[in-house]
């Protein structure tokens, strides 16, 4: 065999046997990664965002630079047509920064566009309207809201879950039986077309494009701005728990609290097995009654799942949760995937989340890491 041969074969198994121990380490040992690394990253990642977006509206910068980040954006479709549309054009927004477990392998070979829109525009408080940008995260939106006394009607429930994700993939997962699926709370859309024109849709302007843009990742265009309804906003959510104890059961209570609506701004239900669950409603109110005041998004709280196991029982209750407590409840522990991913170690997650002082803690980017 050839010198140059046997170094090649010497390197690939080298390769090779790195792969098999990295691979080893990851999948046995996640959560040192998760705890070394994932969550410090992700805590800054947190922190330099939020604080961005603050002093960004703040400013009141984001209305001035948008029409040039709509203008970089045609730039780039209009590149992509003079260099004859060799392949198909997609968002270059990395996997990582998605709650998707889809690892985007067509980024590589596609042509990528930057669509690095991620401010809030404005609000219209006579037209009960807010105006952002697709890369506006819930968490960030419910930080600029709230404090204003607006929400939106629909909140998906996990902070990452982006606007232009929610309309154009499949935010349906948070719906109301109030308002519909989120895109039935977005009025109107800007998009950038294929042939590098600006267009504006609305129920009355455009009206087949702003139908076919729900769920239609990206094919009709690249979306730059939506304008969402807003509702005014109270400080509390007065939550109700009742546990129940047959499917049947619990079919017919989520059915008697949903048809309720002027009483029961939200309704949810988790089933523990088939047997057990709990019926949850919630309305939105302005003070706490003393002593039942529960701010479950503080670091050291259980999990919002595992505290709803627990009314299972001590039984049927009622408490007060702070507006972005109650939106965000699922965020810490991604409903149970958290438990479910890491298994026993999700205690050794939560343990190291104590030594992060922030009141909400961020939960790992691309928690979804697989390999
Ligand atoms: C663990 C997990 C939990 C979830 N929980 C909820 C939940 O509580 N409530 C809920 O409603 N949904 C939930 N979902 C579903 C989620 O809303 C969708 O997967 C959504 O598409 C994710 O959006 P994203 O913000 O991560 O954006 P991405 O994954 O980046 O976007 C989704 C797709 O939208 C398109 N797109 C995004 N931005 C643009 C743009 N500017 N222009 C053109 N096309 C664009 C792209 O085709 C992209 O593939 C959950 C999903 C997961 C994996």
Redesign the pocket.
């Known amino acids: 065999m050839a010198k140059e041969e046997k170094r090649s074969l010497i390197s690939e198994n080298l390769r090779d046997k790195f792969n098999e121990g990295f691979e080893y380490v990851l999948i046995h040992y996640r959560w040192v990664f998760v705890c070394f690394f994932l969550l410090p990253v992700s805590l800054i990642y947190d922190i330099y965002f939020y604080l961005r977006s603050w002093v960004i509206f703040n400013l009141n910068s984001a209305p001035k630079h948008h029409d040039k980040k709509v203008k970089d954006v045609q730039r780039q479709v209009r590149k992509w047509k003079e260099e004859g549309r060799k392949t198909p054009m997609?968002?270059a927004?990395p996997g990582w920064?998605?709650?998707?477990?889809?690892k985007?392998k067509y980024k590589k070979t596609m042509f990528n566009v930057k669509?690095n829109?991620m401010d809030v525009l404005d609000i219209d408080v006579e037209k009960k309207i807010v105006r952002v940008e697709?890369?506006v995260?819930m968490g960030q939106l419910t930080a600029t809201l709230d404090p204003l006394g607006w929400t939106i009607p629909i909140l998906?429930?996990?902070d990452?879950?982006?606007?232009?994700?929610?309309?154009?993939?499949?935010?349906?997962?948070?719906?109301s039986h109030k308002y519909g699926l989120?895109q039935h709370i977005c009025e109107a859309y800007e998009?950038v077309l294929a042939d590098g024109s600006v267009v504006k849709c609305s129920k009355e302007d455009n009206p087949d494009l702003f139908y076919s843009i729900p769920w239609?990742?990206?094919?009709l265009?690249?979306?730059?701005a939506v304008e969402i309804k807003i509702i005014p906003a109270a400080r509390f959510v007065k939550l109700n728990y009742e546990p129940v104890r047959s499917l049947e059961e619990a079919v017919k209570a989520f059915e008697k609290c949903s048809m309720n609506s002027e009483e029961n701004e939200f309704v949810e239900g988790i089933m523990f097995s088939l047997n057990k669950g709990v019926i949850m409603t919630g309305k939105m109110v302005h003070s706490a009654e003393p002593g039942k005041l529960n701010p479950i998004g503080k670091w050291y709280k259980p999990w919002f799942f595992k505290h709803v196991e627990s009314f299972l029982s001590t039984g049927k209750a009622t408490e007060y949760l702070p507006l972005r407590d109650y939106y965000h409840r699922?965020t810490r522990s991604?409903?149970w995937?958290l438990q479910v991913s890491y298994g026993v170690y999700s205690y050794a997650l939560l343990f190291f989340k104590l030594s992060f002082s922030m009141h909400y803690l961020p939960f790992p980017k691309d928690?979804?890491f697989s390999i």
């Open positions: 997609c968002t927004r920064q998605t709650v998707s477990f889809r985007g669509v829109l697709p890369l995260s998906p429930e996990l990452d879950l982006t606007v232009g994700g929610l309309v154009m993939g499949t935010g349906i997962e948070s719906s989120f998009l239609s990742y990206g094919t265009g690249f979306l730059t699922h991604i409903f995937e928690f979804s």
